[in-house]
């Protein structure tokens, strides 16, 4: 018997599904390995290349999605994200970074940051078009993701034995597959609500292994000393376990119970592994046994302290005065005045790093920049406005609101919607804690789960919804049987959108491939590539790099490097790319000196001073040149006025007291060694600049009798020249050279006994004399002081003097 019509179409239907069902999950799998994987590629970090490929991912992906028959007839596709409230204010985010073009300053970086910000939306959109078919893909992807956080935890593991046994040189030099450490502990961090979900949701050996790998992934984020997790899981873990009081007083299932338990027992664990580990076998911190039994700890290595400390430690050292926390807290502080200034759209998007310039520059002496705000929050509402930045927390509201409203009437765990909710709102309570102090938003490997949760979220929504409206009766008059022309359009648009950022991440790829070259060669002081290769290598986009310097500067370093001045001033010169960085001045300051044309080069010194006003190298620029017209003064006031702000540079001691000698200031010159001396203990270029001044200030204004002692006494009239010698020592007391010459003075006068005397005043003043020592001998020998003699003529014949070496042999060998 053949089958009926409809039940052959009811079995290729069945059989699409199936299909779709594959090649779905196998696309989900792409979106988690493509971003976590894909390596640099020769560029200089990671971020390039794989915001490239997951472009291209999406671009594939949709028109996938577009071809196939079942998903242009979905509501999901074209209505169903846009109707949710996660959906709509995540698009209104995106429209307003569109509009925050207005306000930036370089619109290549805008454009840049919108590129990344699409890219993450678009995998947003195909994810939730994916999962809208089956929402147990959701399973799937916490697997892959458990199975990550182990690799990861793992991975962890096998370098903490190595830095133990000394393989490498610290902590933060653990990065795996990623560019850092930081982004290794965010993407543990962040991959933690998975192994969670698990735990809470799924059965026998899965739960098991969920408890194994949430504990692991725990241990691994306190062994990779991120203060800012361990503060982040002090707080999900107060967040969570509050959860589930509130759960066990509504159902007083033991269940529940079993799971806080769990929790805990997990996070317990994985600090008394640490613990453990940091206290016994880290390096320097190993337990020894002295001789009296006693147990002790090893003082750790200078460098090594704060991240191989105790939690408690580490976190206790969370204060203003810290390097990490006083970056971020001046960070935040400049990012605040940002959004005072512009409330309405921010300094434009991906400007952050351009605008913070105008108030980080008046602080920071050197070219090392923040670059990020690390806080996504903040740096988004700069760069955005108030209402970017509230429409970007609000995508993290309504996820968590969803979450509540559907636990509030519905707490049965077999509910896919009710787990889906689940994980979307503790993944995002797990990002943004990654948000709060650091900058996933610039991540792709963390972008990629963030994707994860907001798409699950999306997709939760609206089943809940369409299941609401079942049980009303209630039909949705947007479905329809196919795309109309408006749809079509759409499509088109979004595929053109896709394809320009896609060659937007191309070139920045090109670009940071190059810059790597560049970086490379910065950081080892010696600029060993051609010019002319590095300029070609760079295409037009984008102009500022990844550290936030000026392309064109960086052509401009290689120029000058080859003596190129006034192709370096025309490479800069009409470059407004980061108008507060000041690089672009100083390099024209130094290429207008270089081409002898001091009034140029002030002019730009200044500028840069106006922009700079800490740095060193530029202040010297200025104080040389000042010194080339004659004006020590001023050259001598502006060193005094740099010190006064920052007292750790030697270099400025050294210059600014060489132009207060100029200026006739000895004693501020002598003052300023002082403090020098006190800043810079035993450096030989201080002491040796103390002895100058001290020749200015106590020899130098008596040098004429000096000078005229030496020619009577090269003239052997020891008498006059004794007499001058005396006079001189009573104004420059312990002077060493005069207190030679008047030994040998006396001593070529035969007055032996005074001679000794006075060699014995001349080596209190400088003890390694040999010369003088050999003297003293001779005079001895010449009182018939023979045993006296000796030993003045053989500690003479030790330090390595000729006559110490005869007379010994002569007179004391054969005795």
């Not at 840069?608 to 004006?631: C, D, F, H, S």
């Not at 052997?716 to 010459?741: C, G």
């Amino acid at each position: 018997m053949k089958p009926t019509k409809k039940k052959q179409i009811s079995q290729q239907t069945k059989s699409s599904f199936d299909y779709l069902h594959i090649l779905y999950g196998l696309i989900i799998i792409a979106y988690i390995l493509i971003p976590t994987f894909t390596p640099n590629l020769m560029a200089l970090d990671t971020n390039a290349p794989k915001f490239l490929t997951t472009a291209i991912l999406n671009f594939v992906v949709f028109i996938l999605l577009i071809s196939f028959k079942r998903e242009r007839a979905d509501v999901v596709f074209y209505g169903n994200f846009f109707r949710t409230n996660v959906g709509l204010v995540y698009a209104a985010f995106l429209f307003i970074v569109l509009l925050s073009f207005m306000k930036s300053i370089n619109v290549m970086e805008s454009v840049l940051q919108f590129a990344k910000v699409v890219t993450v939306f678009m995998a947003v959109f195909n994810l939730s078009v994916l999962l809208n078919g089956d929402l147990r893909s959701v399973k799937l992807i916490a697997v892959i993701m458990m199975g990550l956080l182990l690799f990861d935890a793992v991975s962890v593991f096998y370098y903490i034995n190595k830095f133990i046994n000394g393989e490498i040189a610290a902590i933060t030099d653990i990065k795996t597959v990623y560019s850092n450490k930081n982004i290794l502990a965010s993407a543990i961090f962040v991959k933690l609500p998975f192994a969670l979900w698990l735990l809470v949701f799924e059965k026998a050996w899965l739960k098991k292994l969920a408890w194994i790998a949430l504990m692991a992934g725990m241990a691994a984020t306190f062994f990779l000393a991120t203060r800012a997790f361990y503060l982040g899981l002090f707080l999900i873990s107060v967040i969570f376990l509050t959860y589930y009081v509130v759960v066990f007083l509504r159902t007083r299932k033991k269940e529940v119970l079993w799971l806080a338990g769990s929790y805990l027992s997990a996070i317990a664990i994985s600090l008394l592994i640490f613990s453990f580990t940091q206290n016994f076998l880290y390096p320097g911190n190993k337990t020894v046994t002295t001789a009296n039994s006693l147990p002790q700890v090893t003082e750790a290595p200078v460098g090594l302290e704060r991240h191989t400390q105790g939690v408690i430690s580490q976190v206790a050292s969370i204060k203003g005065t810290d390097a990490s926390a006083g970056l971020r807290l001046d960070a935040w502080k400049w990012s605040w005045q940002l959004i005072k200034e512009n409330p309405l759209f921010g300094v434009g998007a991906g400007n952050w790093k351009v605008a913070i310039l105008e108030l980080e520059n008046q602080k920071n002496d050197a070219y090392i920049y923040i670059y990020k705000a690390h806080n996504d929050f903040i740096e988004t509402t700069a760069e955005t406005g108030l209402l970017g930045g509230l429409l970007f927390l609000s995508i993290f509201v309504f996820v968590l609101y969803n979450f509540i409203c559907y636990f509030s009437k519905n707490q049965n765990n077999s509910d896919i919607l009710l787990r889906s909710f689940y994980l979307s709102a503790a993944g995002l309570v797990f990002y943004g804690v990654d948000a709060m102090f650091n900058f996933p938003a610039d991540r792709p490997e963390i972008l990629i789960l963030f994707a994860v949760f907001v798409a699950t979220s999306i997709v939760a929504d609206n089943q809940a919804k369409h299941q609401l409206m079942e049980r009303n009766s209630i039909s949705d008059s947007s479905q329809n049987s196919g795309l109309t022309l408006v749809k079509w359009f759409g499509s088109f648009l979004c595929l053109g959108l896709m394809a320009g950022i896609i060659y937007f991440h191309f070139q920045n790829f090109q670009s940071i491939k190059n810059q790597r070259i560049a970086f490379q060669e910065i950081l080892s002081g010696k600029l060993k590539g051609p010019s002319e290769k590095i300029i070609k290598g760079f295409p037009s986009f984008p102009n500022v790099s990844i550290w936030g310097e000026p392309i064109s500067s960086i052509k401009a370093r290689y120029l000058i490097n080859e003596s190129k001045f006034q192709e370096a001033i025309n490479c800069v010169k009409n470059d407004f790319t980061s108008p507060y960085d000041s690089r672009r001045e100083f390099y024209m300051a130094t290429a207008y000196r270089s081409l002898n044309k001091p009034d140029s080069a002030m002019l730009y010194s200044q500028l840069t001073y106006q922009l700079k006003p800490n740095y060193l190298r530029n202040i010297v620029v200025m104080a040389e040149l000042l010194e080339q017209k004659g004006e020590f003064s001023k050259a001598s006031e502006l060193m005094e006025n740099q010190l006064r702000k920052n007292k750790s540079p030697l270099q400025a001691y050294i210059m600014a007291s060489n132009l207060f000698i100029k200026s006739g200031k000895i004693d501020k010159a002598q003052s300023l060694i002082g403090e020098a001396m006190v800043n810079f203990p035993g450096d030989t270029s201080v002491v040796k600049q103390q002895r100058f001044i001290n020749y200015k200030l106590s020899i130098e204004p008596h040098i004429a009798l000096y000078n005229e002692a030496k020619i009577l006494f090269d003239d052997k009239n020891y008498t006059k020249s004794l007499r001058l010698l005396t006079e001189f020592l009573k104004k420059v007391p312990n002077d060493s050279n005069a207190l030679i010459m008047k030994a040998f003075a006396i001593y070529y006068l035969k007055n032996y006994h005074d001679c000794i005397l006075a060699i014995n005043e001349a080596l209190a003043v400088n003890n390694k004399n040999a010369s003088l020592i050999n003297l003293r001998g001779v005079c001895n020998r010449m009182l018939n002081h023979a045993d006296e003699a000796c030993v003045d003529f053989k500690m003479a014949m030790e330090m390595g003097n000729q006559s110490g070496i005869t007379n010994y042999g002569r007179y004391c060998v054969a005795k």
